[in-house]
């Protein structure tokens, strides 16, 4: 159960990450990436165990650090998104880590 509800939690991240992505009409690769990388990330964000980490600061930590290939890759045509994946990467990875702890 607790395997679902962590990609329940992902897949509620993702849809908030694409939905500014399908408004802007970024490909469509771009924004299936995004929703499979929340996927993941709810899963890993929710049973991962980082010493000294827990709740919102353990979801933070994961969440930025598993976004920086994309954010290397996304840095050489785009500069400008960098920081909004970094700062979409830190708040919906610190909601996904403070729920995953209530689980």
Known sequence: MKILLSF????IA???DVIPMIIQKIDKYST???????LILGFFITHIKI???DG???????????SLPIIIL???TDPKSVIIILLT???????VGFFSNKL
């Open 14 to 16: 993702g849809i908030i």
């Open 32 to 38: 299936i990436s995004a929703f499979v990388q929340w």
């Open 56 to 66: 919102w600061s353990k979801g933070l930590v994961t969440a930025v650090l598993m």
């Open 8 to 11: 329940g939690l992902g897949a």
């Open 74 to 76: 996304v840095a050489k």
């Open 89 to 95: 990467s830190a708040i919906l990875g610190s909601i």
């Open 51 to 53: 010493p000294g980490l």
